[in-house]
């Protein structure tokens, strides 16, 4: 083609193009408030040049695609820093709530209480004997109680409105991961490459990638067409047109890779800790992770901590970790607990990437002893967010406030346990309860809540007849070599390693006007007819251990609370005590004394993340609120700056995506004249025709 014909063409190509230019614009110029749109234009490319005298003459313009303006290496840079944002921001939500519970200067706050409980204490002291100073006591002590439980309660409510959250984004991911894959398949089916671009549908999957990635941190991989979502830590999410679910699905425990275990391992408890448990070599005895194997529970001394395998629920292990205790139910295969065998324990709602339909993965954020995240594991998004804050901030905050209660339990427990009231005792019944009646009481196997307070020693109870006349008695226990002989030929003291309740019962039953039962695995014991008794002289810690004649009883947050026994009958509680000739005088102010000083001794508390400290309880509970205030401060600092670096990112990939007003103006008036001029170029090609057929007629 060539001559009239050619300028014809060229001024129909010109005319197409540009058609399609300025409605390229248009659309630009229609979409400019719409969220997700990028930029288009139409690339132009010059038509087939001829090969002929004078020269190589062109043939017009082909408008060859629409493409749009994107960067994706910003994109996927802001996509790492909006997971980072979210992940932080949704800890410092939720920290901002949890700040006001400890904040002090409320009133009725913890401080108050414990000063008010301190000074009660002293105020006993002055008049043990007054009646309405008791009275004054127990309502100072039940606010006390109330503080505890109100704060216990509120970061339990607090941490299950997170896993509404956590329900909540988990859904939405699963609807965005399919439709995603939706999207790839329409792409894969309609999309030419350098021809024909799916645009809208391309806008529509970054946009929801974007929305992906304020849930969980992901990698985002397009080879040819064939896009890949992974988290970080590599598990696939979208794959083409095919989707990896996520799951948020209750507390569970299984077995892993390395346990041919035909039976079943299953927990009773809670706790924001995962859990391994690798069996030893020899008696069946296990080990416990809280970080999948990295470090173990250590004793006091540096040995690693070794519990002894139950099997069934009735031998139960306590592993004092947020009181999560352990069985085995045995199974019907040939395959018993055997060395290396390997469990995980989610005692927790977790997250799990579905890697099939009968394997799923736990990717639940896991922080590590050196306080870094498994990298394994989500580490972005507001999942890993909220998943943080439940487990490790509020976790560990509720670890510290029923070490606290607990701490503080034992320690008035140690002493009122020793002291007397204003009157001697008929009955009295421990609070704290056994798993086990056989286990020796200093061993997991016991199931007794302070266990590891309790020493070798011995204590003494005096026995009152209906004259006033006493007796002093101190129970025998079995030594190592007697412990399967007679009571009758006990001669020993008591030893948490070696003794059990049903010793401790045995040796108590054995004294003369007293009885001692087991019921409801628990110690009770009670004055035969005519008689009464008080106790003293508790070396071994056992009183306070089995919860006889204490002041508190529980020994968390949650379970925190004045004794019965006190609480119904004020004559109970324990302003003086019992001296050597055996008298509990009337007037006498040493327990009272003993547990106001506590306010300034300082004490051992433990908890599984700090291991054990020696602070007063007031400074314990200080730098509990401290850390808080700290842990907050430190999310805003980390939100702030990871926002304000993905807004950063976005406005780079806004100035090179984005619509300008300006610009798509001065190209609509661009586009105009050039189709205009095409326009012109078709007319006045006619007008040559019209003159050529003219020379002919």
């Known amino acids: 083609m060539s001559g009239i014909h050619a300028l014809m063409n060229s001024g129909r190509t010109a005319l197409f193009a540009n058609q399609s230019a300025l409605q390229t614009t248009g659309n630009n110029i229609s979409n400019v408030n719409t969220e997700g749109y990028r930029r288009r234009e139409v690339r132009l490319e010059e038509s087939m040049a001829l090969d002929k005298a004078p020269g190589q003459i062109g043939t017009g313009v082909n408008a060859k695609e629409v493409f749009r303006y994107f960067d994706s290496f910003i994109e996927t840079q802001y996509n790492d820093k909006s997971s980072d944002r979210e992940m932080w921001e949704a800890v410092y939500e939720q920290l901002s709530s949890l700040e006001l519970l400890f904040n002090d200067s409320r009133e009725g706050r913890m401080n108050e209480a414990l000063s008010e409980f301190w000074r009660d204490w002293q105020e006993l002291s002055k008049r043990p004997d007054d009646n309405n100073v008791r009275t004054a006591l127990l309502g100072k ?153 990295k470090n173990w529970l250590k004793e006091d001394n540096g040995d690693i901590k070794e519990f002894s395998v139950g099997a069934g629920y009735e031998n139960r292990v306590s592993l004092q970790v947020n009181d999560i205790e352990i069985w085995f139910e045995e ?92 009157e001697h005792m008929k009955y009295a019944e421990g609070t704290y309860q056994v798993t086990r009646t056989d ?132 004559v109970h509680i324990n302003a003086g005590s019992v001296n050597g000739a055996g008298e509990a005088n009337i007037g006498d102010n040493t327990t009272a004394l003993q547990i106001a000083s506590l306010q300034d001794k300082k004490v051992d508390i433990t908890t599984t993340f700090e291991g054990k400290t020696s602070q007063t309880i007031q400074n314990y509970y200080n730098s509990l609120s401290g850390n808080v205030g700290s842990d907050t401060s430190m999310s805003r600092f980390n939100a702030e700056y990871n926002r304000s670096l993905a807004a950063d990112l976005n406005r780079r990939q806004e100035e090179k995506s984005g619509v300008n007003l300006d610009e798509e103006m001065s190209n609509l008036i661009k586009y105009q004249h050039a189709y205009q001029a095409a326009a012109r170029m078709i007319s006045t090609a006619d007008q040559m025709m019209q003159t050529l057929l003219g020379l002919k007629m």
């Open 331 to 422: 199974g019907p295969g040939p395959n018993p607990l055997s060395e290396g065998d390997e469990f995980t324990i989610v005692p927790k709602s977790a997250v799990y990437w579905e890697r099939n339909t009968s394997s799923d993965m736990i990717i639940s954020p896991q922080v590590m002893s050196d306080g870094t995240l498994n990298e394994r594991r989500l580490t972005g998004g507001s999942i890993a967010g909220y998943l943080n804050f439940r487990d490790h901030y509020a976790g560990k905050y509720s670890e510290k406030l029923d070490a606290l209660a607990g701490s503080l339990a034992w320690e008035v427990n140690r002493i009122h346990s020793n002291g007397a009231g204003l």
């Open 439 to 570: 286990a020796e009481l200093g061993s997991p196997n016991s199931g007794l809540p302070y266990r590891e307070k309790l020493q070798p020693g011995n204590f003494t109870i005096h026995v009152y007849d209906e004259n006033g006349d006493v007796e002093s008695l101190s129970p025998k226990f079995p030594t190592q070599g007697e412990l399967g002989n007679d009571p009758d030929g006990w001669n020993g003291n008591f030893d948490p390693e070696i003794h059990s309740l049903e010793h401790v019962r045995d040796a108590i039953d054995h004294l003369d006007d007293i009885e001692a039962a087991i019921v409801n695995n628990r110690l009770i014991i009670s004055a035969e007819d005519g008689y009464q008794f008080s106790f003293s002289d508790d070396s071994s810690g056992l009183l306070a251990g089995l919860g006889l004649n204490t002041f508190f009883q529980g020994h968390d947050a949650g379970s925190f609370a004045v004794n019965d026994k006190v609480r119904n009958n004020i």
């Open 141 to 293: 002590t039940a606010n006390l109680v109330e503080t505890f439980r109100s704060m216990d309660k509120d970061l339990s409510k607090q941490r299950k409105q997170v896993d509404e959250m956590i329900r909540k984004d988990v859904t939405r991911v699963n609807e965005i991961l399919g439709e995603i894959a939706e999207i790839n398949k329409m792409i894969k089916m309609r999309e030419v490459p350098g021809s024909i671009n799916m645009n809208e549908l391309h806008d529509r999957r970054d946009l929801l990638v974007r929305e992906l990635a304020e849930k969980v941190d992901i990698n985002y991989m397009d080879k040819g067409g064939e896009v890949t979502i992974q988290t970080k830590a590599g598990h696939t999410l979208v794959q083409g047109g095919e989707t990896f679910k996520l799951k948020f699905e209750e507390p569970k425990a299984f077995p892993n890779v390395k346990s041919n275990f035909d039976g079943e391992i299953k927990f009773t408890g809670s706790s924001g800790y995962e859990l391994t448990i690798e069996i030893l070599p020899g008696d069946n005895e296990f080990k416990v992770s809280l970080d999948g194997g």
